[in-house]
């Protein structure tokens, strides 16, 4: 029997790779579900290649491929009672309602989806630095761990002067040394929003205290993640990089199976692997991140909610790349309440966050 796969924004970098993947293993999975936000187009000719159960486009103003439309049909096809594993490949917090469903309906998270977090039910992240992270850990008691170092490429700026950075162009911000992703986390890659949602959702992941949850910059993005044990010793997980690889991974945890997608490790191909200390001069929104993280409460979905928006500004043209990390500050400025209980909790500072931020950005 194989097991049922939903994919939430499949039409995205994410989403792509996991259908790459599915391709190889049609014996052991079958798409059950698939859902995009506009790309009509391309989600239909998955879904003629797949023919899922359920087809849904968020934004359906035409409605020629779903049989549903509009954002409840992530819930919808992330619940579908085919589905086993949900693979949420979606962009932002837009996400964070279906991992909270899926989970609820007993479903294991496949979860891309960093902007949001969730808690309870299997969650297995996609993201190439905690895969590395589970990968090394997989089999060993939670005592036994001691600290992680994520590694972060640095982005396109991690050679640049602060005053060169604070007028970067998009295209500049867009140029991602070694991966090709949604231009979101590209741009959160350059200011190391990303790597400072990475240590977040480490911190809720495995469970350790923020002073324990390191990252170095490490350009070749050979490395995924180095985790050290209570005695010393220090494990990584290498690799070049690839999504397909973690995002099989999460299929699969804790097994392996056997797969010929991805390019075969060379450690000579590799070549020299450096790091480097994060420059804090360099990423100020990464410290801000940080902050959020160790305030806790709702700060973390508000340190989110503002770089949504920000980026979003930044990408069209609105803002300079400086704005991004001085917005954020703003908004952060701001008290926030320290209870995240609820879905709606989190929700509502997500709203009061982007109102701030629009007003922010504007000054
Ligand atoms: P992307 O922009 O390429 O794709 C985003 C997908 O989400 C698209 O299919 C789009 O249709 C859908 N989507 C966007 N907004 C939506 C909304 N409001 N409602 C419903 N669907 C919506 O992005 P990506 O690079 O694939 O990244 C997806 C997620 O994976 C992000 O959270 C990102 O941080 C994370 N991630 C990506 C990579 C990578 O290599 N691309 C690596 C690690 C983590
Ligand atoms: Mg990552």
Redesign the pocket.
């Known amino acids: 029997m194989t097991c049922g796969v939903a994919i939430l924004g499949s039409t995205g970098s994410i989403g792509t790779a996991t259908l790459q993947v599915l391709r190889r293993q049609r014996e052991r999975f079958r798409v059950v579900a698939l859902t995009a936000h506009s790309n009509a187009e391309l989600l239909e000719g998955q879904a003629a290649e797949w023919r899922p159960a359920y087809v849904g486009l968020v934004n359906s103003g035409k409605r020629e491929t779903g049989n549903e439309g509009g954002p409840r049909c992530l819930v919808e096809a992330a619940t579908h009672p085919d589905v086993r594993i949900v693979v949420n490949a979606i962009v932002g917090a837009a996400g964070l309602e279906a991992t909270l469903a899926a989970l609820r309906a007993g479903k294991r998270v496949a979860l891309a989806n960093k902007e949001a977090r969730a808690g309870g039910g299997e969650i297995v992240p996609v993201?190439?630095?905690h895969s590395a992270v589970l990968q090394c850990i997989t089999g060993r008691r939670p005592g036994e761990l001691a600290r992680l170092i994520l590694t972060a490429s640095g982005g396109p700026f991690r050679t640049w002067t602060p005053e060169r950075l604070a007028g970067a162009t998009v295209a500049e911000a867009l140029q991602h040394p070694t991966w090709k992703m949604g231009k979101k986390i590209t741009v959160d890659s350059a200011t190391l929003v990303?790597k400072a949602l990475?240590v977040i959702e480490a911190h809720f992941l495995f469970g350790l205290p923020y002073p324990a949850v390191q990252v170095v910059v490490h350009p070749q993005s050979v490395v995924h993640a180095f985790v050290e044990f209570v005695d010393g010793s220090v494990l990584a997980q290498v690799g070049f990089p690839t999504m397909e690889l973690p995002i099989l991974y999460a299929l699969t945890h804790p097994e392996r199976v056997p797969d010929g997608g991805a390019r075969r490790f060379d450690p000579v191909e590799a070549g020299a692997l450096t790091f480097e200390p994060v420059r804090p001069e360099l990423y100020p929104a990464y410290a801000l991140g940080r902050a959020a993280g160790e305030q806790g409460g709702t700060a973390p979905a508000a340190f989110n909610a503002a770089n949504e928006v920000a980026v979003q500004l930044f990408l069209e043209g609105r803002i300079r790349f400086g704005k991004i990390a001085e917005t954020i500050e703003r908004v952060l400025a701001a008290p926030w309440p320290p209870g995240a209980r609820s879905l709606e909790d989190v929700l509502s500072a997500d709203a009061v966050a982007r109102r701030l931020a629009r007003e922010a950005a504007c000054f």
Request: net charge negative; charged share 60%.
């Open positions: 993201d190439s630095e990303n990475e």
